[in-house]
């Protein structure tokens, strides 16, 4: 399509095509006086500014936000912050290189590229003194007074793209030294990001920190897998598909498998990751969210609480962990790496199974499943059904039927279904019935999962985000099998660089009631 700026920046703030109100509203019709009567001018801090999360992921979204006309040059403000001495131009030059064009023609990428950094400032500072929040805050301020935004009405946004460690303090400054007033519309947002806490007792700490100085409405805790397209399409498919109704439950469903497969191990990151291991890096948040979307009852409207709500009692609903549930492993070579415990008992790959005690899921396990240095990337949903009773053709042999939700890469949607095999003999094959993104929507890039979530956040949606009472259900569930891991009284399983992980992972899997269909590999369209 060669979408350019001039083109993208008549895109409006709504998701929706048939708002005529919306679509007569162009960047250039859009005023000062817009910016500061009805939303007040907006900052957008990132704390961490000079870190690998904010160059990688928070400034290159930031970036995207900004090619599509989400965000603009005559109303916002982006500031870095960190304690590196670093000019403007110095942390500029840092980003400039993860911004990537996307379907933006050269010739006005670079055009593009050069208006974005410009609207970045830079503040150095510590993360728990006074003085660089003071700074900060006349910073932001002198922005909000040349844009005439009158206080009460501007909006800020605080990304802390740093370790949880100093969330206390840093959310302490920013409450004392650099909050707005909020009585015309105004906010103060926080974005936080994982790991909140290694266990039930320190994340619980860690909340309560955070909540004696912000509102939970002003706290968003990302979690990036729910910014993710397929992820943020299971309610839609699942609650406006009449087809799916009756078949979403125990009496059609066999099991089902939540899965993450990386073909690299730990790459540099051997120190954090150690810390935490595979169950709090992967399992506790991102299969587990996944989870709730797709075991939750119908919320009775989208509101974000009322979606938030469903999936903490879905969470509610999980049993204890059995040990005989559980198979860890570590890749071979993992103790290599300097910064990893040469005794480490860390696992590298799990897989984990889930009990739902409730009327809709009774019966039915959920396989979450979770690995580093694996034979391949990628992360799907696999809803496996019941054999068909009294199957004539003897099609089980050739499999059951499969619903698969590629999250990524690839991101797809298919159905394994077994069919006539084309020709004049009489016999069965397993097929599939294929919706491949990139060829049905070709139109569309996907989204980065932390485009939306920064989107959503200066929105004020928070679908999409955290609750502490979630976090809370997911830590108390994980939390016994984690400490029994930490001291030592469950051993992950050695498995070689490049496999399916450890063989015992399959034998639960099996014993799980997944049956694997041998022979049959779904390949994305090439085009
Ligand atoms: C992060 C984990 O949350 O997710 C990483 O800390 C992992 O270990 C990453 O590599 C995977 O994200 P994605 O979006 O590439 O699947």
Redesign the pocket.
């Known amino acids: 399509m060669g979408s350019t700026v001039s083109s993208v920046l008549k895109r409006s703030d709504s998701f929706s095509d048939d708002d005529e109100s919306v679509k007569s509203t162009t960047s250039s019709q859009r005023t000062e006086a817009e910016c500061t009567s009805e939303n007040g001018c907006l900052s957008i801090v990132v704390l961490g500014a000079s870190g690998d999360l904010a160059k990688k992921k928070t400034f290159p979204a930031l970036f995207n936000l900004f090619k599509q006309g989400f965000i603009q040059e005559n109303e916002v403000q982006i500031f870095g912050y960190a304690r590196t001495k670093l000019s403007d131009d110095e942390l500029r030059n840092r980003i400039r290189g993860h911004l990537k064009s996307g379907n933006v023609e050269s010739s006005e990428f670079s055009n593009i590229v050069t208006k974005f950094l410009k609207m970045i400032k830079y503040v150095s500072g510590s993360y728990d003194d006074k003085a660089g929040f003071v700074l900060l805050d006349e910073k932001i301020s002198e922005h909000e007074a040349r844009r005439g935004s009158h206080e009460g009405s501007s909006r800020r946004l605080f990304y802390l793209a740093l370790p949880p460690s100093v969330y206390p303090p840093v959310c302490e400054m920013i409450q004392h030294f650099c909050m707005n007033k909020s009585d015309q519309g105004g906010w103060t947002r926080v974005v936080v990001e ?1 790991p909140f806490g290694k266990d039930l007792a320190s994340s619980e700490e860690l909340s309560s920190q955070l909540g004696e100085l912000f509102d939970e409405k002003q706290l968003y805790r990302i979690d ?2 729910l910014g ?1 397209e397929l992820v943020q399409n299971l309610l839609v498919l699942r609650f406006a598909n009449r087809l799916f109704l009756p078949l979403w439950n125990r009496d059609n469903i066999d099991n089902i498998q939540i899965v ?1 497969r ?1 073909d690299f191990g730990t790459e540099g ?1 051997g120190g954090y ?1 150690d810390e935490y291991g595979i169950i709090r ?2 399992i506790q ?2 299969l587990l969210q996944v989870l709730c979307l797709v075991a939750m009852e119908k919320p009775i409207s989208l509101s974000p609480e009322n979606i938030r709500d469903e999936k903490v009692k879905v969470l509610h609903s999980v049993l204890p962990i059995e040990d005989e549930d559980v198979v860890l492993g570590q890749y071979e070579g993992y103790k290599d790496d300097p910064t990893v415990s040469k005794n480490s008992n860390t696992p590298t790959f799990a897989t984990v199974v889930l009990r739902v005690q409730n009327e809709r899921w009774e019966g039915v396990p959920f396989i979450l499943k979770a690995g ?1 240095a694996l034979n391949s990337r990628k ?1 799907e949903i696999r809803i496996q059904f019941k054999d068909v009773p009294g199957d004539i053709f003897r099609s089980k042999k050739q499999g059951r039927n499969e619903f698969v939700i590629r999250l ?1 890469p690839s991101e797809a949607m298919y159905m394994k279904l077994t069919v006539k095999r084309p020709g004049l003999e009489m016999s069965t094959v397993l097929s599939e019935m294929d919706l491949s993104y990139k060829q049905r929507y070709q139109e569309v890039p996907i989204p980065e ?1 932390y485009e939306r979530l920064i989107l959503d956040t200066i929105r004020g949606d928070q679908q999409h985000f955290v609750r502490r009472d979630e976090l809370k259900a997911a830590w108390e569930i994980f939390t016994p099998l984690l400490h029994r891991i930490d001291d030592g009284e469950l051993k992950p399983i050695p498995y070689k660089v490049g496999s399916r992980g450890p063989d015992e992972a399959d034998k639960l899997l099996a014993k799980a009631g997944y049956v694997q269909t041998h022979g049959y590999v779904w390949a994305p369209p090439t085009q």
Do not use: L, P, S
């Open positions: 994982k990036h897998y993710k993450f990386e990151r990751f890096d992967i948040n991102h580093k992360a990524q999962a």
